[in-house]
Each structure stands twice: as structure tokens, then as C-alpha cells.
């Protein structure tokens, strides 16, 4: 069940959940029309979590097409082991059919055309960006093996034994079909009109952040 802070807030009990008729409706430019970030460090089958793990990173396409770039970074003791890099690009058109591309080493590093500034192996972490063009109803999951280094309990954070290993990350959209005159960046960063709806120029860029 996935519902949206502002419907929450408005419920007197939490019973009110399992009511539909109580439930205020979803806002028509949610995000079943956005697009969907999930980030995630997973485990190895037959491996220790503590040594070894399994970067993910899946983008999911609900509304329109879009052009994404992507900015992540991974703790100085999380070592990624590029080789073993994995894309899944999934697509599904509007007759219901289900398209499927799958690309490993640097084919996937190709198409994702991933740039990065490696860790310096003490403090500085790994920084990745990539740039990649999301089609209506498609998505793109990238999976990528990592080594966890031994750190002492205190030296990254107070919950790192949990294996919170993934942070922050930031991201810009922008429309496919705005392509041709798209402002830069930077220029879209203007102040809000008297009315407080920021005046966003057509196929301007977005920038979001996650969670973490």
C-alpha cells in the first residue's frame, strides 16, 4: 500500500486506512505520473553482509518521456567492483507487451554513460554520474557488486553496523519532447513569481533529492 503524506495527515485514526470510502483521493499529478527512484544495498547469496554487498539503483519511468541525470556517491569503505556491473532496461507499450535489454560490463557502462571520480581510499567517497533517456512506461535497474571494508564502529556513522551504507542523492529531469531550446540548468533557478509558483521556463530542468 503506497499512499501520500498530505492523504495521511487529513486521517483521524489510523483504522481509516482499511476504509476506502474514507481516503482522500490520490492528486491527479502524483506519482503514479512521476518518476521513481529507489536506491538500495543489498546482500549476496552464500556471502557475509558485513564484507560483501550489492549496490542497486532502479529508475521507473510513470509518466511522460524524460531525460534523467543521476548524481550518487558511495562511503569511503564501500569499494564497487566495476566488472561486475549489470543494466536491466525494461519497457512496456501501450498494447501490454514487454520489452527486456540486458547489458553488463562496459557495454552498461556505455549506455548509461556513467562518469565517476573514485575514492581516495581514506575519506573521499566514489562519485558517480550518469545520464540516460527514459521512454513512457519504462525503467532501467542497475546492479553493481561492491566490497565493504572493515571501519571501526564510530569512524562513519552511528548506525553503520546496520548496514546504512547508502546516503543522499540528487538527480535532474527534464522533458524528452523539450529538448530542442532547453535553458540551462543554472538559469532555471529564478525566483518565485508575487503568487509563489516559480515561473519554469518549457523543458526546463528539475532537481530532486532523496531521502537518506
Known amino acids: 500500500l503506497a499512499l501520500p503524506t498530505s492523504a495521511l495527515a487529513q486521517l483521524g485514526e489510523t483504522s481509516q486506512l482499511f476504509e476506502g470510502s474514507s481516503m482522500p483521493p490520490l492528486p491527479a499529478d502524483g506519482a503514479a505520473t512521476e518518476l521513481s527512484v529507489m536506491r538500495d544495498m543489498l546482500s549476496q547469496e552464500g556471502r557475509s553482509e558485513r564484507t560483501h554487498g550489492r549496490y542497486l539503483l532502479r529508475l521507473t519511468n510513470c509518466g511522460r518521456g524524460r531525460r534523467v541525470r543521476f548524481m550518487d556517491q558511495l562511503p569511503f569503505f564501500i569499494r564497487p567492483l566495476w566488472h561486475t556491473i549489470r543494466v536491466e532496461m525494461r519497457h512496456r507499450a501501450s498494447n501490454g507487451s ?13 549506455r548509461l554513460g556513467l562518469r565517476l571520480s573514485s575514492s581516495d581510499g581514506a575519506r573521499s567517497p566514489t562519485e558517480l554520474f ?73 523543458g526546463a530542468w528539475r532537481l530532486h533529492f532523496t531521502e537518506g
Open 98 to 110: 514487454e520489452s527486456v535489454q540486458e547489458l553488463s560490463g562496459l557495454d552498461a557502462l556505455r
Open 130 to 202: 550518469l545520464a540516460i533517456d527514459l521512454l513512457p512506461g519504462s525503467s532501467v535497474s542497475i546492479f553493481l557488486d561492491v566490497l565493504k571494508n572493515f571501519i571501526h564502529f564510530r569512524e562513519f556513522s552511528f548506525s553503520c553496523e546496520k548496514g546504512f551504507d547508502v546516503g543522499g542523492a540528487a538527480w535532474l529531469d527534464a522533458d524528452l519532447d523539450g529538448e530542442v531550446g532547453r535553458p540551462d540548468f543554472l538559469a532555471t533557478l529564478g525566483p518565485s513569481d508575487p503568487s509563489g509558483s516559480s515561473a519554469v521556463p518549457e
